[in-house]
T-cell receptor
């Protein structure tokens, strides 16, 4: 166990809806990264948060947004859901900015119908 | 375009054999490399990190790095059926003031009893 938790575990939404996914980072970790992993693919970087600020973003549209809170927990929000958003969403925490080692939570499986 | 490439497999080995997983990366500036194991439907689990040329051993696992050839490998000795999973290779690189990981698509390993 990495100490990184995510909720919910599974989620089913319909196209056009909005969803919020949550992540609690490992104690002492101030950097959180979010990834999308489609079936049979490697993780795709969505964005990273460090001390409540977005600290880099991958090739995802603005309808993917996030927050980090003072306790370093984080949220991923996705608006106007599309069928292709169906994937495993992974949160990973790092001990500090500038380190590469990332520890993953169990993920949230999102299905968009 | 920074890339990490892996043979998708499946790689099939008999129980007790050595499994050899390979990864190449395109960015010569990458300084850190990681192997993660991912069971079906689960999140990636960190197995090894390696930063210097040569071998790094941890139990049954050995990571090998050759920066001149831009090549990283993972050897699993005495393979067990429980090692059957997808193995993801990741490389760390500088993105402005930040550090990011780029991921391969993973190699599927099947260890046959």
């Amino acid at each position: 166990e990495t100490g990184v938790t995510q909720s919910p575990t599974h989620l089913i939404k319909t196209r056009g809806q909005q969803v919020t996914l949550r992540c609690s980072s490992q104690s002492g970790h101030n950097t959180v990264s979010w990834y999308q992993q489609a079936l049979g693919q490697g993780p795709q970087f969505i964005f990273q948060y460090y001390r409540e600020e977005e600290n880099g973003r991958g090739n995802f549209p603005p309808r993917f947004s996030g927050l980090q809170f003072p306790n370093y927990s984080s949220e991923l929000n996705v608006n106007a859901l599309e069928l292709d958003d169906s994937a495993l969403y992974l949160c990973a925490s790092s001990p500090r900015q500038g380190t590469d080692t990332q520890y993953f939570g169990p993920g949230t499986r999102l299905t968009v119908l | 375009q920074k890339e990490v490439e892996q043979n998708s497999g499946p790689l099939s080995v008999p129980e007790g054999a050595i499994a050899s997983l390979n990864c190449t990366y395109s960015d010569r500036g990458s300084q850190s490399f990681f192997w993660y194991r991912q069971y079906s439907g689960k999140s990636p689990e960190l197995i090894m990190s390696i930063y210097s040329n040569g071998d790094k051993e941890d139990g049954r696992f050995t990571a090998q790095l050759n920066k001149a050839s831009q090549y990283v490998s993972l050897l699993i000795r005495d393979s067990q059926p429980s090692d059957s999973a997808t193995y993801l290779c990741a490389a760390g690189y500088n993105a402005g003031n930040n550090r990011k990981l780029i991921w391969g698509l993973g190699t599927s390993l099947a260890v046959n009893p």
